[in-house]
């Protein structure tokens, strides 16, 4: 139990256009997921807080207009990359938490992680 | 808040060495711990947790044990392999995981 999915496992986009990145519980509900990123053979950043059903909360210095996350059912959160640079590629990895008393109290299950690659 | 200092690597070992990775927190009350491990190119995996002070958590042959007198999870591990080659993390969280730097292990042959 416990899965979390992302959707595509890798994608390459052009400069200047926007790529929708999917994060789905296979087994649970998830009120609350996370979207990290993680640059080469650095550590995981904390870009944001999703939150089903309201605006998600941004870490300080994220730009939000940049990275539209979207949280609209208890299974399904999307991180899109709007507007696409070079420097916005990197490995995104989303995590969620499993809240509906399945698991261990604020445990995080991670998804399989994204690999962006804007040309 | 809780927050964890993790031992830096990188950490270079022969094949069969014994393994420590040191990782330190300080808490408000005694939260769950958790080591994760990100083998190269793929995503975070849970490797073991312990939810409460003297208990112990393993997967794979991977120790740690939650030590409150020590405010201590360290890693450990008695003959490690190559393919445990990857970057472990020992995060810090609150409301939500919060990760460092990791501790990138390279076991040799």
């Known amino acids: 139990g416990a899965v979390v999915s992302q959707h595509p496992s890798w994608v390459i986009c052009k400069s200047g256009t926007s790529v929708k990145i999917e994060c789905r519980s296979l087994d649970f509900q998830a009120t609350t997921m996370f979207w990290y990123r993680q640059f080469p053979k650095q550590s995981l950043m904390l870009m944001a807080t999703s939150n089903e059903g309201s605006k998600a909360t941004y870490e300080q210095g994220v730009e939000k207009d940049k990275f539209l996350i979207n949280h609209a059912s208890l299974t399904l959160s999307t991180l899109t990359v709007t507007s696409a640079h070079p420097e916005d590629s990197s490995f995104y990895i989303c995590?969620?938490?499993?809240?509906?008393?399945?698991?261990?109290?604020?445990?995080?299950?991670f998804g399989p992680g994204t690999r962006l690659t804007v040309t | 808040g809780n927050s964890v200092t993790q031992m830096e690597g990188p950490v270079t070992l022969s094949e069969e060495a014994f393994l420590t990775i040191n990782c330190t927190y300080t808490a408000t009350g005694y939260p769950s711990l958790f080591w994760y491990v990100q083998y190269p190119g793929e995503g975070l995996q849970l490797l073991l947790k312990a939810t409460k002070a003297d208990d112990k958590g393993s997967n794979k042959g991977f120790e740690a044990t939650y030590r409150k007198e020590t405010t201590s999870f360290h890693l450990e591990k008695g003959s490690v392999q190559v393919s445990d080659s990857a970057v472990y993390f020992c995060?810090?969280?609150?409301?939500?995981?919060?990760f460092g730097k990791g501790t990138r292990l390279h076991i040799l042959p």
């Open positions: 995060p810090g969280r609150d409301d939500k995981i919060i």
């Open positions: 995590s969620a938490r499993d809240t509906a008393g399945g698991g261990a109290p604020y445990e995080q299950y």
